[in-house]
Nanobody, 121 residues
């Protein structure tokens, strides 16, 4: 069983930066692919970024060049550095763990509780 706890969300103005963290309580953290997803009110959960066990990364087109995903296997933590934030980035952000490197929501087995990010214009 993997437990994931996100932190770092908040209310910021457009153009600002935020860093989200996701701490995992599992000894085999380094073997999981980790992803960040988001869900805005009335919309489906969507892929944001993913990082494999070997630190290969993948990003949604909407965040490419603005967001950076990284992982620290010694700390069992994955990060999402968000820069040049836009009002359309407003959503609940979730981290998730999967046994393979994928962008598909359905392939992620474990999910955190989410952290709210609100970007004002």
């Amino acid at each position: 069983q993997v437990q994931l706890v996100e932190s770092g969300g908040g209310l910021v103005q457009a153009g600002a930066s935020l860093r989200l963290s996701c701490a995992a309580s599992v000894s085999t953290f380094s073997s999981y692919a980790m992803g960040w997803f988001r869900q805005a009110p009335g919309k489906e959960r969507e892929f944001v970024a993913a990082v494999s066990w070997s630190r290969t990364t993948n990003y949604a087109d909407s965040v490419k060049g603005r967001f950076t995903i990284s992982r620290d296997n010694d700390k069992n933590t994955v990060y999402l550095q968000m820069s040049s934030l836009k009002p359309e980035d407003t959503a609940v952000y979730y981290c998730a763990a999967a046994g393979l490197f994928t962008t598909r929501v359905a392939m992620y087995d474990y999910w955190g509780q989410g952290t709210q990010v609100t970007v004002s214009s």
